[in-house]
Each structure stands twice: as C-alpha cells, then as structure tokens.
C-alpha cells in the first residue's frame, strides 16, 4: 500500500510505462463504460467455473479409485506420471487442432491444468484414511452406497477442498493464457489488447482486476471448505495419532 501511495504520488501520468495507479482506474472505468469489461469477466468466470467442475468430478473419482486399488495405481501410475509432467500452455496449440479454437478446448485445457492437484490430493488422502473408518463401516453394516456418503466422502472433503483450492490459481492461469494465445473473449484477450495497444495505465489496471478476480474465487473455495467440513471429523492416520496422543 505504501508503494502504491509513493507511486501516485511521485509518478508521471504521462509515463508510458510505469503510469500511477490513479490512471489504471480510469483505464479501467474506460473499460467497463464501454462494455466491454464485464463481458470479459464472465467468459472468464464461467471457463474457469466449468473447468474446475469437470477436473474435481474427475479428479475425486479417478483420485479414489486409484487409493482403493493398488493394482490400478500401479497399471495407471506411469502414464498419469508422464502427462502429470506435460506443461499445459504446450497442451494449447494441440488441443486447438484436435479440438478447435472454442469454448471446449479452453475448458479441456484447463481441466488438464488443474486435474493433477486434485487427483493427486484425492488418492493422497484416500491411502491417510485410517482403518477405524472401514472398522465403523463394517461395524454398522453399511452398504457400498452409505459407506461412500456417509463414511469415505466426508473424510475426504477437507483434502478435496484444499486440492481444489490449489488447482484454483492454475485454473486463472491457463484460462487467461489460453485467451491470450488465442485471441478468445476474455479476460486474457482484453489484458493483450491493451499490452498490444501500448496502454500500460490498462494493462496494470486488468492486472488488479485479474488478482481481485483471483482473491474472489480463493474466499469463495474458503467460505465452502469452512462450511461443509465438519470440525473434529477423523480424517488420517496422523489426525487419529495426534488425538490419541492429547487423550
């Protein structure tokens, strides 16, 4: 904040590069009165909404099966490894000519980036759960169905939240890269118009906008995790360890 204060206060307005903040708001109010801002947002929003839906479906039921069966983390554990290594801005250009340049392959492209923190904190905390859970299961003769409701999802709900909430980031990420590589409404395609139009005032003013963007999602997810994950809940070997030992 300090910073900011001295910039305004010691910069030039007619600066090309380094223009004080009070200009990124008038850049940005340019923007949203032209009606063009806002529309960026939501297409932004709604492929990273969507993208993170279909990575944490996928993620939390490849992540479980893969804790469940030892046989299938060990058939599938190299190819999840060698694509798990594949950077997602290279996966763009391939995806657009399998795909095309559309909605879908900006959606696939950021399924793809934020699949692996998801996939790998589900099957991390599928092999933490400790055996007392299975010993409840059987205990109370639950079916497949309510051991899955009742038992295994919430114990894995607080990891799931917290993958999700890291998979977040890289979900902004990709999307406004991919907007950028391909021109594609959005947030990305406004911020390279304006680096490209050589209008710095804009440019660090959508870098605000994308930041708070960032910031609004996070204390969505956090919001989420504080209200579905229930306090006290056994969750792993080292959280059974750790009551035990304060018993």
Same mark, same amino acid.
């Given at each position: /904040? ?20 009070a200009? !990124? ?9 032209a009606?063009?801002?806002?529309p ?16 944490? @479906? ?8 893969l804790? /469940? ?5 060990r058939?599938?554990?190299s ?21 095309? $340049?559309?909605?879908?392959?900006? $959606?696939?492209?950021? $399924?793809?980036?934020?699949? !692996?923190?998801?996939?790998?904190? @589900?099957?991390a ?26 038992? @295994? ?13 890291v ?22 395609? @406004? ?11 804009? $440019? ?35 959280? /059974? ?7």
């Amino acid at each position: /904040m300090l910073l900011l204060l001295a910039w305004q206060v010691l910069g030039d307005s007619s600066s090309p590069y380094f223009p004080p903040p009070a200009t !990124w708001v008038d850049a940005v109010a340019d923007r949203i009165q032209a009606g063009e801002l806002l529309p960026a947002m939501v297409q932004t929003l709604a492929s990273v909404s969507l993208g993170l839906a279909v990575a944490t @479906t996928l993620g939390v039921t490849l992540g479980v099966a893969l804790g /469940m069966s030892q046989a299938l983390a060990r058939y599938l554990g190299s190819t999840l490894e060698f694509l798990r290594t594949l950077p997602p801005p290279a996966v763009v250009p391939v995806a657009a000519l399998i795909v095309g $340049v559309n909605g879908p392959m900006k $959606v696939f492209v950021i $399924v793809f980036a934020a699949f !692996w923190p998801i996939v790998l904190g @589900t099957f991390a905390a599928v092999e933490a759960l400790h055996p007392l859970l299975w010993d409840v299961s059987r205990s109370l003769h639950l079916t497949k169905r309510e051991k899955l409701i009742k038992v @295994t999802i919430p114990a894995l709900l607080p990891a799931i939240l917290t993958a999700i909430r890291v998979a977040a980031p890289l979900a902004i990420i990709i999307s406004l890269l991919t907007e950028m590589l391909t021109s594609m409404p959005g947030l990305g395609a @406004t911020l390279l118009l304006a680096q490209r139009n050589f209008n710095a005032a804009e $440019v660090f003013g959508l870098l605000v906008v994308v930041g708070f963007f960032g910031l609004a999602l996070n204390g969505f997810l956090a919001l989420a995790e504080s209200s579905l994950v229930r306090p006290g809940y056994p969750q792993s070997n080292a959280s /059974m360890r750790d009551r035990s030992q304060a018993a």
